[in-house]
């Protein structure tokens, strides 16, 4: 397997790639996975039977990055996170953040991009308890997430890394 964390570069390979060079592409979309999707996948094939995760909190909030919500990548990271004893997990009904790589840091698009951010995610990740995990596993989604909200989200293997035994 070729494992990625970041949505929008994994899907590169994925979606891009044999666009790009066709057949000269081999198996490398078909080999190329999300981190979680490939967590999910061995805790399915019994692999991650002997892992140990101790409890690290109630309740995640994950906010979905574009390239997991068109390629219907969400459920690995549900699954990914709900390894975790005892830990709720709820996804952000929300469209984009709003940042687009680096679009929402141009000075004429910073506008639209927090207008689409306060459209659903900004105030869900406001009603959250302090002591919610945020999840986003896209790098500009979590900046938008601090910038907007001024809290720190964080991507799906960190917060597994929290809760190793």
Known sequence: PIVGL????????????????????????????????????????????????KPIGT????????????????????TALKLIPGLDVSVIESSCCGMAGAFGYEKDHIE????????????????????????????SCRHQIHDGAGREAIHVSRVLERALA
Do not use: N, Y
């Open 6 to 53: 970041e949505p929008s570069c994994l899907f590169t390979l994925k979606d891009e790639l044999p666009s790009l060079l066709r057949d000269r592409a081999g198996k490398v979309p078909e080999m190329a996975m999300l981190f979680e999707e490939f967590i999910a996948r061995e805790a399915a094939a019994g692999r991650l039977d002997g892992l140990k995760l």
């Open 112 to 139: 639209v991009s927090m207008k689409m951010a306060e459209l659903s995610l900004l105030p869900a990740v406001r009603a959250a308890d302090p002591d919610t995990i945020l999840v986003a596993d896209g790098t």
């Open 59 to 78: 309740k995640a909030l994950v906010h979905g990055h574009c390239h997991q919500k068109a390629f219907a990548a969400m459920g690995p990271v549900q």
